[in-house]
């Protein structure tokens, strides 16, 4: 399955962003589609996920209750809303495919888009 992740930009504090995520090739049900971020000179890090057809989600306390994961069965694309957005939600944003259920551990990805840039000025 190959990746490919759209929407980043500048925006402001308080704004709103949409990143997508299309995947070419099956995903299934025991899938798993996620979105990790990397900030500059930080790690990765885990941001949301969602189990593939079933729709359940999973989010980092850092943007819970500001992001939404969601999924488009029909097109094969993930969704991440963000909004209120910080300038620490300033990264460079990667969609990823887990096979093995739902995950916040980045090794447990097996497949990963191109990073899109998000930043957000204060």
Not at 20 to 36: E, K, P, T, Y
Not at 69 to 95: F, R
């Amino acid at each position: 399955v190959q990746l490919q992740a759209f929407g980043g930009g500048l925006v402001q504090a308080g704004g709103s962003l949409k990143l997508s995520c299309v995947a070419s090739g099956r995903i299934f049900s025991s899938h798993v589609m996620g979105w990790f971020r990397q900030a500059p000179g930080k790690e990765r890090e885990f941001v949301a996920a969602i189990r593939w057809g079933v729709g359940n989600t999973y989010y980092s306390d850092s943007v819970k209750g500001r992001f939404t994961i969601s999924q488009l069965k029909a097109e094969n694309t993930e969704y991440l809303q963000m909004n209120s957005l910080k300038p620490e939600d300033t990264a460079v944003y990667y969609c990823a495919r887990a096979i093995r259920g739902l995950s916040t551990v980045e090794k447990d990805y097996s497949d990963w888009g191109q990073g899109t840039l998000v930043t957000v000025s204060s």
